[in-house]
């Protein structure tokens, strides 16, 4: 079976903040620029807004749902989209509530994506739901989402969601839901992908890893008996414009270390695009050829560099890459 993926690339931001060593004011006072970044990314002609999520998390972090709420009113046409909203730490009818919400107040601009999470065992605990079991219940969140946003009396039965016959109204604007795509890099979770999502959007691999991922969800859907008309495929790619590589892979080795609180050295050089505009189109185009349709960047950046960072990529960067989208 082979993936139907999108025609054209298009290129969106994850908007997140930066660790609070990339900024002398707290974060409390950095929470406001998001009009500046939606006005900066219509302007410039990006497609795309995107927010990550954690319930605790080594640095500062903002809903994901609250943040793409704010985005959908300042601009009529980028898409909205989570990269990735970890279901596995709620209960899926909230959340079907609050998404289905979303994707109404953006006239059906969302991507829901979801994952598992699971590198921050104590946000886990501090929901209580047990890290073994987010995998299970990303699955039947899954199913469980698709019914309530059907508008339809529907009942579950299940090992944690189960529920007696209900209706949720109003369902939201896209038929049967927003598309859903599934996160992760393990072959349980490319497969769980291939059998329930309608894309999956990953990070941290290369290329040659992304085409082999693709290989494997195809292969999940077909044993699984699908028919698919369209399959979303993401990547969220770490972004550091500079002189030179090195200097880049210097700043974003600190960079995203702080971050994620843990050594990110070998991990920038092998998973980042950096360096001048010319290597990182390239870095670009080599996703694109894997099956790459949704490109998702993470700017590393101080937050004073981050727009003049968007500005130095649409001017220098996305001319290089104008035949893909």
């Not at 919400?101 to 601009?109: E, H, I, K, P, Q």
């Not at 070998?266 to 050829?289: K, M, N, S, W």
């Amino acid at each position: 079976m082979e993936l139907p993926l999108e025609p054209r690339l298009s290129i969106g931001l994850q908007h997140v903040l930066a660790p609070s060593e990339y900024d002398e004011s707290p974060p409390s006072s950095r929470v406001g620029d998001l009009p500046d970044v939606v006005r900066a990314l219509d302007a410039l002609g990006f497609d795309s807004i995107w927010s990550g999520d954690h319930v605790a998390f080594a640095g500062p972090i903002l809903d994901p749902l609250i943040q793409l709420a704010q985005a959908a009113a300042l601009s009529d046409r980028l898409t909205i989209g989570t990269a990735v909203h970890l279901l596995p730490l709620r209960h899926p009818a909230p959340v079907a509530k609050q998404v289905a919400t979303l994707d109404t107040v953006s006239n059906g601009r969302l991507i829901f994506g979801v994952g598992v999470g699971g590198e921050f065992p104590l946000e886990f605990q501090l929901c209580g739901v047990p890290v073994e079991e987010r995998g299970a219940r990303l699955g039947e969140g899954i199913q469980v989402l698709r019914k309530l946003w059907s508008g339809r009396p529907v009942a579950h039965e299940g090992r944690f969601y189960p529920f007696p016959e209900v209706a949720m109204q109003p369902p939201p604007a896209q038929p049967g839901g927003p598309p859903i795509w599934c996160g992760g890099r393990a072959d349980a979770a490319l497969r769980r992908t291939g059998r329930l999502a309608d894309g999956w959007l990953s990070y941290v691999v290369t290329p040659e890893r992304y085409r082999q991922s693709l290989e494997t969800i195809a292969a999940a859907a077909e044993a699984a008996g699908r028919t698919l008309e369209r399959f979303g495929t993401g990547h969220l790619l770490f972004l550091r414009l500079d002189k030179d590589r090195e200097s880049a892979l210097a700043f974003a080795a600190r960079f995203l270390s702080i971050r994620y609180a843990m050594d990110f050295s070998r991990a920038a050089e092998r998973y980042c695009a950096l360096g001048e505009p010319e290597a990182v189109a390239d870095a670009i185009r080599a996703f694109h050829a894997a099956g790459v349709r949704h490109l998702v960047l993470n700017v590393l950046a101080h937050e004073r560099e981050k727009l003049a960072h968007l500005q130095r990529f649409a001017d220098e960067v996305m001319p290089l890459l104008a035949d893909l989208r």
